[in-house]
């Protein structure tokens, strides 16, 4: 654990102690994931490769056996909020009090004993930016849980259950994507994930290594109101999957695309959303074989046209997101794209180390000129995933 997360943990424990009285059992952070390729698929039960932010949603917990859940978070102004297990229901809570309790929720749902709580929660994941400081919560708590009650759950089984929560007790019908991986990352890797069954393989991913950088640039555009146009696309999809007589849209092989666009007939809105979730597994699984083979440099352009495919067949990026992409492949970025849901939020870059202060100015002085607010641009480094920090 590097000086400043255990220092995090700390002041942590130590605002938990202020606010129940007493120390907490323990101290567990879960990161927020930046997505280097696989957009929209996770929900096609397609192919996904993000990788763990260093920043992390930290919480500190204590196990109660009263039937009452207190919560608390740094990030929101108020005071502790107290639940009972009980009384938890589905789409009753607009707070962010319903990521947690959804959490308890989902276990209890899942028939694990989980019989009360004392949560004290501060994030570092920016929220609203498509870094998933959703899943960071959902995940933290989970693993919490699931540690002071000994349920012995798998990585992959709190990202089901934390899932859940968020689709039916919050009420987002998000895919598995962000769970999994504020769950499962492993440091210096990006996570090849198949979504239809949570199998996965760690891919070594150190860019600084190899020279190069990947940016995040957070246009601070909040996505939060898009949610109604995710449902969209996630039905537009499920059409597609049930007029091509498949399960999922998955199921298409890219080589046979082509033929099932003709079969589609003149639904132009489901063609272009087939063609984007069938074109992006496939350069998911382009760029496995490129990283795995040592061709790093060679994803750029993989990572390009993923974003024209979200620009223009998706239809999910916006102004903002179209610039930052431009400017920096005309500033000499190797590649980048929108990561995540869309609508706002971040967009990736990948460049030389040399180039990176040359793009970083060209996209601020973009985003000057054209009247848009200034993004936040920071480094991503593949870093752990969920994991007990005292
Ligand atoms: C959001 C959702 C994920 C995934 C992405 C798009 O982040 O939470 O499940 O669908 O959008 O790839």
């Not at 102004?77 to 809570?93: A, F, N, W, Y």
């Not at 570092?124 to 759950?153: I, K, Y």
């Not at 298409?252 to 666009?261: H, R």
């Not at 597994?281 to 046209?305: F, K, N, Y």
Request: with cysteine; aromatic share 6%; glycine share 10%.
């Amino acid at each position: 654990m590097s000086e400043s997360s255990a220092a995090a943990a700390e002041a942590v424990a130590a605002r938990f102690e202020e606010l129940y009285g007493s120390a907490p059992d323990g101290v567990w952070a879960a990161p927020g994931r930046v997505n280097l390729i696989g957009e929209h698929t996770d929900y096609n039960d397609g192919f996904v490769m993000p990788f763990a932010l260093p920043h992390t949603a930290v919480a500190a917990v204590s196990r109660r056996d009263d039937g009452v859940l207190r919560l608390h978070s740094a990030d929101v102004e108020g005071p502790v909020v107290e639940l009972t297990v009980d009384g938890l229901t589905p789409e009753s809570d607009k707070r962010w009090t319903a990521y947690p309790a959804g959490v308890v929720w989902a276990l209890r749902e899942a028939g694990h004993a989980v019989t009360g709580a004392d949560v004290h929660l501060a994030s570092t994941v920016p929220s609203g930016a498509g870094l998933s400081s959703s899943a960071a919560l959902e995940v933290v708590v989970a693993l919490a849980l699931n540690d002071l009650f000994g349920l012995g759950l798998r990585g992959w089984q709190l990202a089901r259950l934390s899932q859940r929560a968020e689709n039916v007790y919050v009420g987002a019908p998000v895919g598995i994507m962000d769970q999994t991986a504020s769950a499962c990352c492993e440091a210096g890797h990006a996570l090849f994930l198949d979504t239809r069954d949570l199998s996965q393989r760690q891919i070594p991913f150190d860019l600084a290594a190899e020279g190069m950088r990947l940016l995040v640039v957070d246009t601070q555009v909040k996505h939060s109101h898009s949610e109604g146009e995710y449902g969209k696309r996630r039905e537009g999809c499920e059409k597609g999957a049930a007029l091509l007589g498949v399960d999922a849209l998955r199921d298409v092989p890219y080589e046979e695309l082509d033929a099932a666009l003709v079969r589609l007939g003149d639904d132009e809105e489901v063609r272009r959303l087939v063609r984007h979730v069938v074109t992006e597994d496939h350069r998911v699984e382009q760029v496995v074989s490129l990283l795995e083979s040592g061709d790093t440099r060679a994803i750029g352009p993989l990572l390009i046209e993923g974003h024209a495919s979200l620009r223009d067949d998706f239809r999910v990026s916006c102004p903002e997101l179209d610039l930052v992409v431009d400017t920096a492949v005309t500033a000499g970025a190797l590649g980048a794209r929108m990561t995540g849901g869309g609508f706002g939020g971040s967009a990736i870059v990948l460049a030389e180390e040399a180039d990176v202060p040359v793009i970083t100015k060209a996209v601020e002085e973009a985003f000057a000129s054209a009247g848009f607010k200034t993004p936040r641009v920071f480094e991503a480094v593949p870093s752990a995933g969920a994991r007990r920090v005292r």
